[in-house]
C-alpha cells in the first residue's frame, strides 16, 4: 500500500458511527458482565488457578471455549466443579446465560451467543473457522458489547487475536495471561500484540482485577454513566485539551458519546470513579494519556467486514471503474482511516478479481492512511492470524496471501505494492 499526498485527520474517517459508538449492552435483560475464558495447550492448569481464587458471588457470569481435539472429550465441568461453589454446566443450545454461573463449550461444537443464551451449532456450519475461539468471542463482543470481557489463557497459535479485537472495539474488556506463566505462551502473546489488551496477569490475579473493575461506574451504572459524564463538561474539556497537548491529537471533533464511555472505560480499569481523579491520573502518568488516545483511537477492523458495502463494491462499482481504466487514467483509491490495513486489502483483492473477470490487466493505486502509526506498520507488513480464514475464503488465501506458517498469513507482494 501506497501513502497519499493528504493526512487524515481525528475525525473518524472510514469509521461506522455504530462501530465508534458502541452504545449499551445489546440486551438489557442481561445487566452483568460476560466473561469469555479461551484457551489451548495448557489451558487446563489456567483455568483451575482462575477459578481458585474466583468469588462464587462476582457477579459475572463465565463462559469457558477451550480449544480441544475433536476426538478428546472435555473435563472440564467435572474439574472445575470441585474448585468453585458456583454451577459449572455444558452449554446447551438456547441456554440462558445466568450471573454467577459458569458454561463450558461442548465436545466438537461450535459455541455463540446471542440476546444473552448460547447458541451451539457443529463446526460444519462454519467453514474456514479453525475453532470456536474467534468465533465465539466475536460473537460475544457483539451481543454484549461493553459488557462483554474476554480473557486469553495458555495456547498455542493465534487463536483469539481476532475476538479480543472485536471486543475491544464494542467497548469491553480484555485480559491475557501474562507469557512468562503460561505453559504455552503463542496464544497470549499474540493477544498482547495486538495492542488491545487491558491488562496482563497471571490467571490467579485475573479474578481481583476483574471485581475491581465491575464495580466502576462504566459497568455497574452503566446506562447512567453518559449523565454522570455530561455534569463533569468542564473536566471533559480539560481532558481533551489535555490529549491536545500531550498526544498531539485533537480529539474534540469525536461524537461525545462515544468519547465519554471510552474515558469512563478508563476509569474503571484505573479503579477511579470520578472525573476529577482520572484527570489528575493523566496528570501524572503519560502512559495513561497513551492509553486514553489508543482507546479513542480504536484501530480495529476486519476482511469484508460490511459484507453488503462490498458485494455493491464489487457487482457495480468495480466494474464501471475497470471499464474507465485506460494507460494514462489508472484507478486510484484512498482508504482514509484505515486502521491495520484490512478494509484497503479487501478493496485491492476485489479490484483485482473484477480485473480478472474483465480480461485487463489491472492499473491500480491504493493509498491508505491512519493517524495511528502502529497500525500502519502493521498494515505495511500485512501479516495477520491464520483465523482471518473465518472472513477469507479459501480461494482468495490461495490467490492473494502467503502461509509464513501455521499461524500467520500475509498478503502477496502484489498486492502490497498496489
Known amino acids: 500500500m501506497n501513502q497519499p499526498p493528504p493526512k487524515a485527520n481525528v475525525t473518524g474517517e472510514g469509521q461506522d458511527d455504530d462501530l465508534c459508538d458502541p452504545g449499551p449492552s445489546r440486551d438489557s435483560k442481561i445487566a452483568f ?89 457443529e463446526p460444519s456450519a462454519h467453514p474456514g473457522w479453525r475453532t470456536s475461539i474467534d468465533f465465539f468471542l466475536r460473537s460475544l463482543a457483539e451481543d454484549q458489547g461493553q459488557r462483554a470481557i474476554g480473557i486469553v489463557l495458555s495456547g498455542t497459535g493465534s487463536h483469539g487475536a481476532l475476538g479480543v479485537r472485536e471486543i475491544k472495539l464494542a467497548g469491553g474488556m480484555v485480559m491475557a495471561q501474562a507469557p512468562d506463566t503460561a505453559e504455552y505462551d503463542q496464544m497470549p502473546k499474540n493477544a498482547i500484540e495486538t495492542g488491545v489488551t487491558d491488562c496482563v496477569l497471571p490467571p490467579d490475579q485475573m ?47 469525536y461524537r461525545k458519546p462515544m468519547i465519554q464511555r471510552r474515558i469512563q472505560r478508563r476509569m474503571g480499569l484505573a479503579h477511579i470513579d470520578s472525573m476529577t481523579q482520572y484527570l489528575e491520573l493523566l496528570q501524572r502518568q503519560p502512559e495513561e494519556v497513551t492509553a486514553l488516545y489508543k482507546d479513542l483511537l480504536i484501530s480495529v477492523t476486519a476482511f469484508f467486514r460490511d459484507a453488503e458495502a462490498f458485494r455493491v463494491l464489487e457487482q457495480e462499482v468495480i466494474p464501471a471503474m475497470l471499464a474507465r481504466q485506460t494507460d494514462d487514467w489508472p484507478i486510484r483509491v484512498w482508504v482514509a482511516g484505515c486502521a491495520t490495513g484490512e478494509e484497503a486489502y479487501t478493496i485491492a483483492m476485489l479490484l483485482f478479481e473484477g480485473a480478472a473477470k474483465a480480461k485487463v490487466v489491472p492499473n491500480v493505486q491504493i493509498f491508505a492512511s491512519d493517524i495511528d502509526a502502529e497500525a500502519i506498520d502493521t498494515a505495511r507488513a500485512g501479516i495477520y492470524p491464520a483465523s482471518i480464514a473465518g472472513d477469507v475464503s479459501a480461494d482468495r488465501i490461495e490467490r492473494f496471501f502467503v502461509i509464513l506458517d501455521e499461524n500467520h498469513f500475509q498478503i502477496n507482494k502484489q498486492i502490497r505494492a498496489s
Open 33 to 121: 458482565p460476560i466473561v469469555g475464558i479461551v484457551a489451548s495447550a495448557g489451558g487446563l492448569n489456567a483455568f483451575k488457578s482462575f477459578f481458585t481464587t474466583m468469588s462464587a458471588d462476582s457477579g459475572m457470569a463465565f463462559i469457558l471455549v477451550p480449544h480441544l481435539h475433536p476426538s478428546h472429550e472435555s473435563q472440564l465441568v467435572e474439574l472445575l466443579s470441585k474448585l468453585t461453589s458456583m454451577p459449572v454446566v455444558e452449554a446447551k443450545q438456547g441456554m440462558k446465560v445466568k450471573v454467577n454461573s459458569v458454561y463450558v463449550i461442548p465436545p466438537k461444537n461450535f459455541l455463540a451467543i446471542a440476546n444473552g443464551r448460547l447458541q451451539t451449532t
Open 207 to 253: 479474578p481481583t482485577a476483574l471485581v475491581k473493575y465491575i464495580e466502576q461506574p462504566y459497568l455497574s451504572n452503566a446506562q447512567n454513566s453518559s449523565i454522570t459524564l455530561e455534569q463533569s463538561a468542564d473536566i471533559l474539556n480539560q481532558v481533551l485539551t489535555l490529549l491536545k497537548s500531550r498526544a498531539k491529537y485533537d480529539f474534540r471533533p
